[in-house]
């Protein structure tokens, strides 16, 4: 059984580069969670414009759309590094 270690030298943060690797493997999934929220959140702020109603509610609407897409990227991203992690042990581990 081989034993992983991760060096600490650098501070583990969501990068571009890390959005960009998680679109390359995997858009369908980048697309639903990180893209199509935010599109909707904009909708539903041009739609209450549109309509002259109150933009408190499609406001915070939209705020909880972006926090929604932020997070489940924010999930998909530390997914695909995990999964990018396993699979390389096990090719070496063999």
Known sequence: MAVVTF???EKL???ESDFFALARADPGRTITYSVVPVLVAVAQLLNGFYHHVSLVY???FA???????????QYHIASHRVTQAWSTTERTAD
């Open 7 to 9: 060096p600490r030298k």
């Open 13 to 15: 943060t969501m990068m």
């Open 58 to 60: 499609p406001a915070l």
């Open 63 to 73: 705020l909880s759309l972006v926090a929604f897409a932020v997070l489940a990227t």
